[in-house]
């Protein structure tokens, strides 16, 4: 039985940290995003890239956190996949850990890559806001921040989209 026991618990220890960890993405090198069809040749690595960014650590991986920002930066920036769009809501969002922003980008393309033909500008926006939210709650090294705490009990409570509706209506920053 203490043998039984034993064994389980060396497994777990050596198990679970892993599995805690997010799995199964490295970032490419040498990509490049010359024609139209460099773009969907890395969705696949663009939608596991996000994955890992919503839940690496903040203080880790030896710049590879970095290295997929860019990566996903570089990729949203000039895809014809996507048509980002930026609020001034965001701002309140992004001030405290500026990353955020590139996880709203982040939460916005996997919405817009898993759902094409949708044109539900409100739907996207939701999708960055929700990322920015798991990025929060799961990643380590991340500052304590109101805003998002309040848009996390938002969500929660399901009034989310009722706090975010007239912010759509004020100015956009940016559209691609």
């Known amino acids: 039985m203490f043998r039984t026991l034993a064994v389980v618990a060396l497994?777990?220890?050596v198990a679970v940290p892993g599995t805690l960890r997010p799995q199964g993405f490295e970032v490419p090198q040498g990509y490049s995003f010359d024609r139209k069809e460099d773009y969907a040749k890395y969705q696949?690595?663009?939608?596991?890239?996000?994955?890992?960014?919503e839940s690496a650590p903040?203080?880790?991986?030896?710049g590879k956190r970095e290295a997929a920002n860019m990566f996903l930066m570089t990729w949203a920036r000039r895809s014809?996949?996507?048509?980002?769009?930026?609020?001034?809501?965001?701002n309140t969002l992004t001030t405290v850990n500026p990353d955020f922003f590139v996880?709203?980008?982040?939460?916005w393309t996997r919405r817009e890559l898993t759902h094409p033909g949708s044109?539900?500008?409100?739907?996207?926006?939701?999708?960055?806001?929700?990322?920015?939210?798991r990025t929060y709650n799961q990643a380590k090294g991340v500052k304590k921040d109101p805003a998002v705490e309040e848009v996390a009990r938002l969500?929660?409570?399901?009034?989310?989209?009722?706090?975010?509706?007239?912010?759509?209506?004020a100015e956009v920053l940016d559209k691609q």
């Not at 696949?44 to 960014?53: G, R, S």
């Not at 014809?80 to 965001?90: A, G, M």
């Not at 996880?103 to 939460?107: E, K, N, P, S, V």
Request: hydrophobic residues 40%; neutral net charge.
């Open 11 to 13: 497994l777990l220890l």
């Open 44 to 53: 696949p690595q663009i939608l596991k890239c996000i994955d890992f960014l």
């Open 58 to 62: 903040y203080d880790g991986e030896n």
């Open 80 to 90: 014809p996949s996507i048509s980002l769009r930026f609020h001034t809501y965001i």
């Open 103 to 107: 996880m709203f980008i982040a939460g």
């Open 119 to 133: 044109h539900d500008l409100t739907e996207y926006d939701l999708a960055g806001i929700r990322s920015i939210i």
């Open 155 to 169: 969500d929660k409570e399901g009034k989310l989209v009722k706090w975010l509706k007239p912010k759509l209506q």
